[in-house]
């Protein structure tokens, strides 16, 4: 991607979020260990962590098509699955030790039954995720990772204490307070850091050991300190949406001269705005609340709408947000039904909004631009 | 002071030119399939027909459209979306919702009292209720463009046609013509198919008087008719070619620019 | 608007709908056939329910809006009118108001790639025609789309101080499952209890389960006559009925028990005497239709099914149950029977909540016993994870050699594909397949 950013360590960060398999996963695996592939924010990838498991985020990166999975996926289908499969029967992930999901919408929650036919990967897995954030569902989801837990020693040979999940913890902890410190200069005026290079690095962060990822982020971190952003741009936007993991789209927003300073995405403010709590007394149940109820939720959960809408209020107030984009990926209808309501709150709230539809794999940049271009005109910046 | 405003779109490029407050000439030509070219081929004839030397003669130009990128004499470009706005209301200041129906999209915009967009819609991913559809229609029958949009041509009773992708209408379409379905009818059936397409859209950014069509699809009367008849509003004229709006607004958005310079 | 118009106003579709009821009532009760008279019987039960919901809106009475996959017993037992807010999509998508509505449904601005029947109820609630309950059970199962249907009802300004429980449906089919939903279902008669000031007795939801149970070993004897070849019935008289009957309006009612009971006379006396589902038209194909009917169009396309090709509508996904009775012995074995209905058993959640097994399993099992020439997948637009489940399916239908047409429609909406593009491939598939 095109940066001014003069890093070495951003651009290790940036081409690990360019392709699936990089040096760091390669060295690992090299190395003896074992990489278990995952879908979806709500995994708790510290148990892997504590299991000495590379948790790996599955994209569809790359993906020129969808021939392959097209046999077991449907027209209506989200392209994000359709791509990564495709992927996936392609070979691109037969680096995987196993496979770990939940049910997390209807398109994700079938990859698990479709693979599970087509492909060899040993240990294939799906967590039944609560719809809901009251504390019977945080029970039932601390159910869950202890089935897991018990799982994952079975199949890998191996035990996970609960001093390891502590230390998984305050590994990824490390990795949540970073990434926010990276989000703190994008509240300046003119900050060091674009959308699109924000999300390279976010991504990143799913794509290689913790360990690696953190050094490098302290280093980039570094290296942006007191650098202003070099940047013309006419507004400042907030985009809310889903699984965004292709920088390329962001970037075809900042050349309108949009820029954009946060977000609420599956790989952006929502994995990384709250610590797991790691004074508890039992590590699990630490997980379980933190996945089901402190985090910030997703559309999925049920009775949290509400809670969703102020913690965009509260970036908007933080960020200086000028305008909110709400991207969703066709046949979403999360996220269909919650830009919908979106709309509503930002429209009394006088917030610009615009609502946009994408595919996983970019496309139509010169549609995206032309909307893009008419929001910024709009908002009158 | 002389400006320009250039609407590079997909079927047709348009180019105005403006002088203060009026409109000195204005040009609308096929687009080739370079868009620098019908930019230039535009805005030559536009400049020729001003009795102007050159483009230089004009101390601002905004580019518009599909290909205002490709504007290469623009001082700026502008969406589409601002320009028509601006164009209708300017054409017409109590325009308040614009339903623009170009070559290969179609979008709606609704206004302030100034002219500035408060909201939009746009509908650039496939043909159906754009111009596309319109000539895949008039090839179908027969009949060419002027024998959808003539209001003679409508029949009192329009066919009914589900699809809402346009290849699909096309087979319906034919499935009618073989089923002895009388011309008039199927023509109001398909002028009230873009009709019922272009009114969700409006309904969603809210209707408010008075709604303008800019675009080549506008003079098609049987689709103005159709529409009128499904919002419930009568469709308010513009005084002038519904199809230069999106280059007005460019060449009134040129014009205020020169200003600040 | 003031309370009176708004009342009048949220009642008014549900009045019509009521009244559509009816008239098919009336036009049923013309039929002097067995089937006919089930009909009749059918609507007359249905009629009473709508018509003490509107009454509760009138007097201002408590009822609820819920569903049939939320243990309907319960409500039977605490005698409470309940309604499901989905409910006209699946009844009255036939009505003639029908097509302004999903229109209107459109012009709210909700993406027309979410499910037909989850945006009608949005925008009924969203434009006011929706009757507003003392309190709401909503549904988070078995897809995105319904989850969804209750965050909006939340946020709408009218809806949200109604009081709202969604019993969680858990992703797995276990024991552990069981207990958890069951323990769900509690927390969902405790909530009710509090907003409605009904009192749960144990002794009559015993009563009410007990005679639960008898419609459904009725119902379960009903589903062996099918078995027959040729089959008694097609798609005019059975499963969707009965599971109206059974879970829609009043579960474990005496009333339903006595409409299986003379379904399943009906259904033997064609048995005995060798009469297939339609009388001027040989069967030919056996189908299995693995979705809920078109109702959006299903007068003008499963006549023609019957009629062109003699394809018999055996068996739906709405007639298939593996129903196990609901041990009474105690509180507590009701309520993890309940549970265990409602989240495994019930049709299209039994199928879709969890993973894809009980797509294939239920097919292969269904093909064997009823003896299926065909199956047909109609692949509505709503049904994502049955989309992505199509491959499945396919391979299934391989591997036990019967053909399988996945066809991609809207069940509600005619707009989507039309009737004959769905003809014309169901026609291509047939002859494609030698059948018929």
Same mark, same amino acid.
């Given at each position: ?227 202003? #952003? ?152 | ?10 079927? &047709? ?7 203060? $407050? ?92 100034? #002219? ?43 066919? &009914? ?101 | ?31 002097? &056939? ?53 409910? &006209? ?5 036939? $009505? ?337 397949? #030698?059948?018929?």
């Amino acid at each position: 991607m095109e940066t001014t950013i003069k890093s070495r360590a951003f651009e290790e960060l940036a081409a690990a979020a360019e392709g699936i398999m990089n040096p760091a996963v390669q060295e690992w695996r090299e190395g003896g260990g074992k990489v278990v592939g995952y879908f979806c924010s709500h995994v708790p990838t510290e148990v892997l962590m504590a299991a000495g498991i590379l948790p790996f985020r599955m994209r569809g990166t790359g993906s020129t098509g969808t021939e392959l999975s097209d046999a077991f996926f449907s027209s209506i289908n989200c392209s994000f699955p359709r791509h990564t499969f495709n992927q996936a029967l392609r070979g691109e992930y037969d680096f995987l030790d196993g496979l770990l999901c939940v049910s997390s919408c209807d398109h994700i929650r079938r990859v698990y039954d479709n693979w599970k036919q087509n492909l060899d990967t040993p240990f294939i897995k799906i967590m039944s995720l609560p719809k809901k954030v009251g504390d019977p569902q945080a029970e039932w989801y601390r159910e869950e990772i202890t089935l897991l837990k018990g799982e994952l020693e079975k199949q890998f040979n191996l035990q996970i204490s609960d001093d390891q999940l502590r230390d998984a913890i305050k590994l990824r902890n490390e990795t949540r307070r970073l990434q926010r410190e990276l989000y703190d200069l994008r509240k300046a005026q003119n900050p060091a850091i674009t959308g699109a290079e924000t999300l390279a690095v976010m991504v990143a962060g799913s794509a290689m050991p913790a360990e690696r990822y953190n050094a490098l982020l302290k280093t980039l971190l570094h290296d942006l300190n007191g650098v202003n #952003g070099t940047r013309d741009f006419r507004a400042r936007l907030m985009i809310v949406g889903s699984e965004l993991d292709d920088p390329e789209y962001i970037e075809v927003i900042e050349e309108q001269g949009g820029l954009v300073v946060t977000d609420s995405i599956c790989y952006g403010t929502r994995t990384m705005w709250v610590d797991v709590d790691e004074q508890a007394a039992d590590p699990v149940e630490a997980l379980a609340r933190y996945y089901i109820q402190e985090r910030p939720s997703c559309p999925r959960m049920n009775d949290d709408q509400p809670r969703r809408a102020q913690f965009l209020r509260d970036l908007i107030q933080e960020f200086q947000v000028d305008g909110v984009i709400g991207e969703r990926m066709l046949f979403c209808d999360f996220w269909c039904a919650e830009h919908y309501m979106n709309k509503m709150d930002f429209k009394e709230a006088g917030v610009p909004f615009i609502q946009l539809d994408r595919e996983y794999i970019t496309s139509g940049k010169g549609q995206l631009r032309t909307r893009i271009q008419a929001f910024l005109e709009t908002m009158g910046k | 002071m002389l400006v320009g405003g250039c609407d590079v779109g997909s079927t &047709t490029g348009k180019a105005v030119i403006l002088d203060g $407050a009026s409109i000195v000439s204005h040009f609308i030509l096929p687009s080739t399939t370079n868009p620098e070219k019908t930019a230039r081929l535009a805005m030559d004839e536009a400049v020729k027909m001003a009795g102007l030397g050159s483009l230089a003669d004009l101390r601002y130009v905004v580019g518009t459209g599909y290909g205002r990128l490709k504007v290469p004499f623009a001082n700026e470009n502008v969406s589409e979306i601002t320009c028509h706005a601006r164009g209708a209301h300017w054409l017409n200041p109590a325009v308040r919702t614009v339903v623009d129906i170009g070559g290969q999209d179609c979008k709606v915009m609704s206004l302030d009292k100034n #002219g500035k967009v408060l909201e939009f819609a746009m509908n650039d991913r496939c043909a159906a209720g754009t111009g596309r559809f319109f000539e895949a229609m008039a090839r179908v029958l027969g009949c060419g463009l002027d024998g959808i949009s003539s209001l003679e041509n409508q029949g009192a009773n329009p066919a &009914t046609i589900t699809s809402q992708c346009s290849v699909f209408a096309e087979s319906e379409v034919v499935t009618l013509i073989n089923e002895g379905i009388d011309l008039p009818s199927i023509i109001a059936g398909i002028n009230n198919a873009v009709a019922n397409r272009i009114n969700s859209m409006v309904r969603r950014i809210g209707l408010t008087k008075e709604l303008a069509l800019t675009g080549g699809c506008s003079k098609n009367e049987g689709l103005a008719q159709a529409l009128e008849k499904k919002l419930g509003v009568t469709v308010t004229l513009l005084p002038q070619d519904p199809q230069i709006a999106g280059a007005v607004g460019a060449a009134l958005i040129a014009g205020e620019k020169a200003n600040h310079q | 608007m003031d309370r009176r118009e708004a009342k009048d106003r949220a009642l008014a579709r549900y009045r019509q709908e009521r009244d559509w009821f009816a008239f098919l009532l009336e036009a049923a009760g013309m039929m002097n &056939t067995p089937e006919g008279q089930l009909q009749v019987k059918l609507l007359n039960i249905l009629l009473d329910s709508k018509q003490k919901v509107v009454e509760c809106v009138e007097n201002d009475k408590p009822f609820i809006a819920a569903y049939f996959c939320t243990a309907p017993e319960l409500f039977t037992a605490m005698d409470l009118p309940w309604f499901m807010i989905m409910e &006209t999509p699946f009844l009255g998508a036939t $009505a003639p108001y029908i097509m302004e509505d999903l229109q209107g449904a459109e012009e709210m601005g909700l993406g027309t790639d979410l499910c037909t029947a989850i945006r009608l109820p949005i925008y009924y609630i969203e434009s006011g025609q929706m009757p507003v309950p003392s309190a709401v059970i909503g549904l988070l199962s078995p897809c995105d789309g319904t989850t969804m249907l209750q965050q909006i009802l939340r946020h709408n300004k009218a809806w949200h101080n109604v009081p709202l429980f969604c019993p969680d449906p858990p992703y797995t089919s276990d024991e552990r499952a069981i207990k958890y939903f069951a323990k769900e279902l509690r927390q969902m008669v405790k909530f009710i209890e509090q907003h409605t000031g009904r009192k749960l007795d144990i002794d009559r939801l015993r009563e009410v389960c007990e005679e639960s149970n008898r419609s459904y070993a009725l119902w379960q004897e009903y589903n062996e006559l099918r078995r027959a070849v040729p089959c008694p019935h097609g798609w005019e008289i059975g499963g969707a009925q009965a599971f109206a009957v059974s879970q829609c309006f009043r579960a474990g009612d005496p009333r339903c028990t006595d409409w299986f009971r003379q379904l399943l006379e009906c259904g033997e006396a064609k048995v005995k005497a060798g009469r297939g589902a339609n009388d001027y038209v040989p069967e030919k194909i056996r189908l299995l239709w693995f979705d809920i009917m078109p109702y959006g169009w299903i007068f003008e396309f499963m006549p023609w099914l019957e009629q062109e090709w003699g394809a018999i509508l055996v068996m739906d996904m709405f007639s298939n149950f593996p129903y196990t009775l609901i041990d009474t012995s105690s509180e507590e074995t009701m309520f993890h029977d309940l549970a265990k209905r409602n989240l495994m058993d019930v049709p299209m959640i039994r199928q879709a909540r969890g993973t894809a097994e009980n797509f294939s399993s239920d097919i292969v099992r269904i093909v064997k016993d009823y003896k299926i020439d065909a199956v047909i997948w109609p692949g509505h637009m709503g049904h994502k994870d049955g989309a992505a489940t199509a491959g499945i399916m396919r391979e299934t239908c391989r591997g036990i050699g019967v053909p399988f047409l996945h066809i991609g429609l809207d069940l509600f909406d005619k707009r989507y594909t039309s009737v004959d593009e769905v003809k014309d491939k169901v026609s291509q598939f047939f002859t494609g397949m #030698g059948l018929g």
